[in-house]
């Protein structure tokens, strides 16, 4: 119970680094799409994507999801009992993490399609859903932070 601010600011820290990651990946394909298959710059692009995707984003997102773990055993054991995890709050926050790991992984593989140079999806597709895992966070942080529901 005493480690609980501790475990909380590096679960927020892990998942500042994640989204930083995800919001990031999409604005490279943007720029990625522009350029011809098999040029410097798709070679360049290919290897920031990769170190982006594979030295960032995925192990913030594995300690992001061990920390909010860590959190809701905390919580579930000592906090508020396991009924929280029924709350709207809660339900809309997890809802959120599934579709923010959903994107994650819907990037890798768009990240494997920019690899063997059949990406179809065009630099204003990329531009235009930049934004939606920082809507998601949006949404997951008010529910949580005013416990919309009770």
Request: no cysteine; proline share 3%.
């Given at each position: 119970?005493?480690?609980?601010?501790?475990?909380?600011?590096?679960?927020?820290?892990?998942?500042?680094?994640?989204?930083?990651g995800i919001m990031y990946l999409p604005r490279l394909f943007a720029y990625h799409?522009?350029?011809?298959?098999?040029?410097?710059?798709?070679?360049?692009?290919?290897?920031?994507?990769?170190?982006?995707?594979?030295?960032?984003?995925?192990?913030?997102?594995?300690?992001?999801?061990?920390?909010?773990?860590?959190?809701?055993?905390?919580?579930?054991?000592?906090?508020?009992?396991?009924?929280?995890?029924?709350?709207?709050?809660?339900?809309?926050?997890?809802?959120?993490?599934?579709?923010?790991?959903?994107?994650?992984?819907?990037?890798?593989?768009?990240?494997?399609?920019?690899?063997?140079?059949?990406?179809?999806?065009?630099?204003?597709?990329?531009?235009?859903?930049?934004?939606?895992?920082?809507?998601?966070?949006?949404?997951?942080?008010?529910?949580?932070?005013?416990e919309f529901g009770g």
């Amino acid at each position: 119970m005493n480690n609980y601010d501790l475990v909380r600011g590096l679960h927020i820290l892990a998942v500042i680094a994640w989204m930083a990651g995800i919001m990031y990946l999409p604005r490279l394909f943007a720029y990625h799409a522009a350029v011809p298959v098999g040029s410097e710059m798709d070679q360049t692009f290919q290897t920031m994507e990769l170190k982006l995707y594979r030295i960032i984003m995925g192990p913030a997102m594995i300690v992001a999801l061990l920390l909010g773990l860590w959190l809701i055993w905390i919580d579930g054991e000592f906090r508020l009992g396991w009924s929280f995890l029924g709350k709207p709050w809660m339900v809309t926050k997890l809802s959120g993490v599934v579709f923010i790991i959903g994107w994650h992984h819907f990037l890798g593989a768009a990240r494997k399609k920019f690899v063997s140079g059949t990406n179809t999806r065009s630099a204003r597709f990329w531009k235009m859903t930049n934004e939606l895992p920082f809507i998601a966070a949006i949404i997951m942080v008010l529910a949580v932070t005013t416990e919309f529901g009770g």
